[in-house]
């Protein structure tokens, strides 16, 4: 029996010894000097315990009796037993047909059911013998292997196909051992691990192909990744198992915990990475009322405390007069005596009602009562405490007292008053009155206690006349007024004068003057003309005098001026007054003229004849950094927010520096405003820091409808974050691709005219992007597309040639101009090139520029002067734009104006983009040349699938009737996914060479592919 122990990681060496058993196929396999053995674990333990980000649905090595996996031919893998350190069974699998030709030995697994996960992970453990090694020539020998799996709703029995399976890889080892290694009893283990998905139906087989090797496979185990369930701000995140892409992040809502609420507006929200990690915590719960957080549990609040709302954080002492008695209260009662208004919160101390005023004393004045009075001496522990007024009258021959009419009247009130005084008016002349005056507060009405009043009782006198009433204006002059009246419906005696008050509008009753009059009319003189004024009259007897009647508002006339002199009378007045206002407004003219100069341009662009004037009015960029201190530029140039206005609502994807969510700034006053919030991420560096706020020191420099809006910086607090406007649709690249073929030219021209606008602002204020691309333009709700991600843009100055250059920087080059490569000469110009790129990427719905060609490729494709073929289906007009920004001289390319005016053009007459052009010199058979296959020179889909190395799916092709190239160049995404083909890379890797198929059909046989 042969058993074999494993080192301590997973390329540790292996020990072989041969134990005395006698098997007849050992002699076999040593004229191959290869031993099948058996194998045993000593001091390396094959056993490794499960990691917690992973759920493992399949592994070999812990199955102890036989794994009974389909071998195809039977005679092909063979299933070996072994046992570990602790004697534990073990099952392997191996094959060694080194010495046949054409092996072609199949091995499957039991159906494996994956749950809800989507993204598997294939681990593999395994020996392979070094060819070299073995005696004689062994021509067919290899030291690879295969792997593959088919996705399955359900077992599928015992039956295999080898066309239903899908391959995953070829599996090669990192270590093979030799015949040297088995005389010193060691021997290289092997361990690859493999990625499978996204996977949709219930469960799956892996299949393994030997084509002549002699494979000692060890162990096979399969799992997936999931978050773990946790509990994080109380809320309760359970399992979920990872997305299917490596990038992808999970968005789970919280559960939140026994007697605990969600937060309003902002539930509890965490993010599962494709690594089983739990990331980006949004939102939280709280406790509810009447509990508190300890840990991660909300705890009652004890006796004798409360908690009112869940946005409180701690239990509270119950407040002054009141208790509690049991654990988990919102609110404390009253002690007996104490009460708490309606209105008072639950902190509020219980309070009494107030005692009775004090000091009450009064004045009469015939038939008018002033009374007054002291604050209680207790307030009951309020500061609301207001007075009221009840009034009786009381016969003489009876003493019996009754609530007194309506005819009486309070000034400032009856109830409710909160000075301590109170005139009463109208009362009837030579009567008795008592009068009791309450203190109240609001917990008065609560009170079942007596109520306590200070009382007074009273004898009018004479009652003075009632207020004067119908004041007529009788004659209005510039600078006097005449006005009559009527009698006081009650004279109450004999009235011996009328007093006049008036007063200016605009000086309220600050200032008055006093007109007074025998009669029931008078006349107010020393008035100022073209002013209004208020009137308000009054009687007098020997009671006194009675209330002002109501106010009465009158303008008196407008001064009378002098008449102008007609031009009949005097011309030369007219004339000369006429030249002089001329004179003046030709100086401003001359004078704003000169300005605008100076601090505006104008420029022209000229184009097949059309010519269009641009008016331009920019302030000149300023870079952050020479300034001196980054962060002076930054308070100059980007308003610092409050954190607390920003609500974060979710992750919409990563930056370089950190996370980008969406969410709202809520500023006070202001509508809310949806925004996109770039985040720095935990523990960066100051440098760092710098760096990213950088960004925002460029951004808030510029203001056009078609340059990304930057809504501000927190930069003092934590996170820092950058917030800029929110375009719902995202990067322009993504959402071409996603709605590809959904828009009309006019709709992409339109397109490309807000990104031409937006750069013709950038380079007007002297400013280089550096790294426009589609990916780098942001869309809108209404497909307006702004430039945004200013992270390698640079200053220029004033001289259009001047260049930004760095050694350090990556260069996108892809989208960069030749002299930016080879010399890192960035300039307008340069940003032009990548505008060319862009006008290319949005007619080809979002293509990859030179396709699967490698960087060094397009360099050297660039510098033999070819140029990117036209879309399918692209305007020759637009062509012919993209062409013109290529031009290899920098001066020979077209201005951003100009392409503004050119694409104007073609908005408002459509037919210019039909129009006939020349195409590139150079043809697309040329570039493929040069590192991809000429696709003239295939005459069968056979050839061209072997060319691309994608033979295995031939079968797909020809069900689905694509017997010719013809019909392969017509085929789209949809329709390889349809064949089955259902790896990512693989669909990319055809479509793009089907791309370049069709461009080189185009090219050589003038023929149009219609997709």
């Given at each position: 029996m042969v058993s074999t122990v494993r080192g301590g990681d997973t390329e540790g060496s292996w020990r072989v010894y041969i134990e005395n058993h006698s098997y007849s196929m050992i002699s076999a396999f040593l004229s191959c000097q290869w031993i099948m053995f058996y194998f045993h674990l000593c001091s390396l333990n094959l056993a490794e315990g499960q990691s917690g980000k992973e759920v493992v649905v399949l592994d070999s090595k812990a199955q102890q009796t036989e794994l009974k996996w389909i071998s195809y031919p039977p005679n092909g893998w063979e299933e070996i037993s072994g046992v570990d350190e602790s004697y534990t069974p073990i099952r392997t699998y191996q094959v060694c047909k080194v010495m046949e030709p054409n092996q072609n030995n199949w091995l499957r697994t039991n159906w494996i059911e994956k749950g809800n996960a989507q993204r598997i992970f294939v681990q593999l453990k395994f020996t392979i013998r070094d060819c070299n090694s073995l005696p004689g020539m062994v021509s067919a020998c290899k030291e690879t292997f295969n792997l593959y799996y088919q996705e399955t709703a359900s077992e599928m029995g015992r039956s295999m196909r080898e066309n239903q399976y899908v391959k995953i890889d070829t599996i090669a080892a990192d270590e093979s051992f030799t015949q040297g290694d088995l005389g010193e009893r060691k021997m290289k283990l092997n361990t690859e691990v493999r990625i499978i998905g996204p996977l949709s139906r219930p469960g799956f087989y892996l299949a393994f192909q030997d084509v002549g090797a002699c494979i000692a496979l060890v162990s096979v185990k399969v799992y997936y990744k999931k978050c773990w369930s946790i509990i994080e701000n109380l809320a309760i995140f359970p399992d979920t198992v990872t997305g299917s892409e490596f990038s992808s992040l999970v968005e789970v809502k919280g559960i939140c915990i026994n007697n605990a609420e969600e937060e309003a507006d902002n539930p509890p929200i965490m993010h599962c990475s494709a690594e089983g990690e739990w990331v980006v915590p949004i939102g939280k719960c709280i406790c509810q009322a009447g509990f508190h957080q300890k840990g991660n549990s909300c705890e009652p609040c004890g006796r004798g405390y409360y908690k009112t709302s869940s946005q409180d954080l701690q239990c509270s002492l119950c407040p002054?007069?009141?208790?509690?008695?049991?654990?988990?209260?919102?609110?404390?009662?009253?002690?007996?005596?104490?009460y708490r208004a309606f209105s008072d919160p639950p902190s509020a101390a219980c309070t009494r009602p107030p005692s009775a005023p004090q000091n009450l004393v009064y004045t009469i004045n015939q038939t008018t009562l002033n009374l007054e009075w002291s604050p209680p001496a207790d307030t009951g522990g309020r500061n609301d405490v207001t007075y009221s007024v009840q009034c009786s009258h009381c016969s003489w021959e009876t003493e019996d007292c009754k609530p007194c009419g309506p005819n009486v009247g309070y000034l400032p009130a009856k109830s409710q008053i909160m000075d301590t005084y109170v005139n009463i008016i109208e009362l009837f002349p030579h009567a008795n009155y008592t009068f009791e005056v309450e203190a109240v507060n609001g917990v008065s009405d609560l009170s079942r206690?007596?109520?306590?009043?200070?009382?007074?009782?009273?004898?009018?006198?004479?009652?003075?006349?009632?207020?004067?009433s119908e004041v007529t204006k009788e004659k209005v002059q510039q600078r006097s007024i005449e006005l009559s009246w009527q009698e006081p419906r009650q004279t109450n005696g004999a009235i011996t004068e009328y007093e006049i008050i008036y007063y200016r509008k605009d000086q309220m009753e600050q200032t008055y003057s006093t007109v007074r009059a025998k009669s029931t009319s008078a006349t107010v003189n020393n008035l100022k003309p073209s002013t209004a004024y208020v009137f308000q009259i009054r009687a007098l007897t020997q009671a006194g005098y009675g209330m002002f009647g109501p106010r009465l508002e009158i303008m008196t006339k407008e001064e009378e001026t002098a008449a102008i002199v007609s031009s009949e009378q005097n011309p030369v007045i007219i004339i000369a007054l006429v030249a002089v206002a001329g004179t003046i407004i030709l100086a401003f003219m001359v004078f704003g003229f000169i300005i605008g100069r100076r601090h505006c341009g104008y420029s022209k662009a000229n184009q097949e004849g059309d010519e269009e004037l641009h008016f331009q009015c920019t302030k000149t960029y300023i870079d952050p950094k020479a300034k001196g201190e980054p962060n002076r530029a930054l308070h100059q140039f980007a308003k610092e927010l409050d954190a607390s206005c920003?609500?974060?609502e979710r992750v919409i994807g990563a930056g370089q520096f950190g996370e980008v969510c969406s969410g709202w700034l809520k500023v006070p006053g202001k509508q809310d405003t949806s925004v996109a919030i770039k985040t720095l991420k935990v523990g960066y560096t100051e440098k760092q820091k710098r760096d990213f706020l950088c960004e925002a020191s460029i951004m808030g420099q510029f203001d056009h409808p078609n340059v990304v809006h930057l809504e501000g910086v927190v930069a003092r607090g934590k996170p820092v974050m950058i917030v800029i406007e929110y375009m719902e649709n995202g990067s322009l690249d993504s959402f071409l691709r996603t709605h590809g073929g959904q828009f009309t030219a006019i709709q992409l021209v339109g397109m490309l005219r807000n990104i031409a606008a937006g750069m013709r602002y950038l380079a007007d204020t002297g400013y280089v992007h550096r790294d426009l691309g589609a990916r780098n333009i942001l869309v809108n709700s209404n497909l307006v597309c702004k430039v945004s991600d200013f992270g390698l843009s640079r200053?220029?100055?004033?001289?259009?040639?001047?260049v930004y250059s760095k050694s350090d920087r990556k260069i996108p080059v892809r989208w960069t101009a030749p002299e930016a490569i080879q010399f890192r000469k960035f300039t307008s110009a340069s940003d032009v090139w990548s505008y060319g790129i862009v006008i290319w990427e949005v007619m080809s719905f979002g293509e990859r520029p030179y396709w699967d060609m490698s960087n060094q490729d397009v360099m050297k494709a660039?510098?033999?002067?070819?140029?990117l073929p036209a879309p399918m289906d692209c305007a020759p007009g637009l062509h012919q734009l993209m062409l013109d920004c290529w031009k290899k001289k920098r001066e020979e390319r077209p201005k951003f104006d100009q392409i503004v005016s050119i694409l104007d053009k073609m908005i408002r007459n459509p037919k210019t983009l039909k129009t006939p052009v020349e195409t590139s010199a150079r043809t697309v058979s040329q570039l493929?040349?040069?590192?991809?296959?000429?696709?003239s020179a295939f005459h069968s889909v056979q050839e061209w699938l072997e060319?691309?190395?994608m033979e295995r799916y031939r079968d797909n092709l020809i069900a689905a009737g694509c017997s010719s190239l013809e019909s392969v160049a017509r085929m789209s995404t949809e329709d390889i996914m349809t064949l089955g083909i259902t790896l990512v890379d693989h669909q990319k890797k055809m479509m793009n060479s089907i791309q370049i198929m069709r461009s080189q059909m185009l090219q050589h046989q003038n023929i149009g592919v219609q997709v």
């Open positions: 002054m007069h009141s208790f509690m008695d049991h654990e988990g209260s919102w609110r404390c009662d009253c002690n007996d005596g104490y206690t007596q109520r306590l009043f200070a009382t007074v009782t009273i004898t009018t006198g004479q009652a003075v006349p009632s207020q004067v920003i609500k974060i200053i220029i100055n004033n001289d259009l040639e001047a660039l510098e033999e002067s070819y140029r493929l040349n040069q590192g991809t296959q000429n696709f060319a691309i190395k």
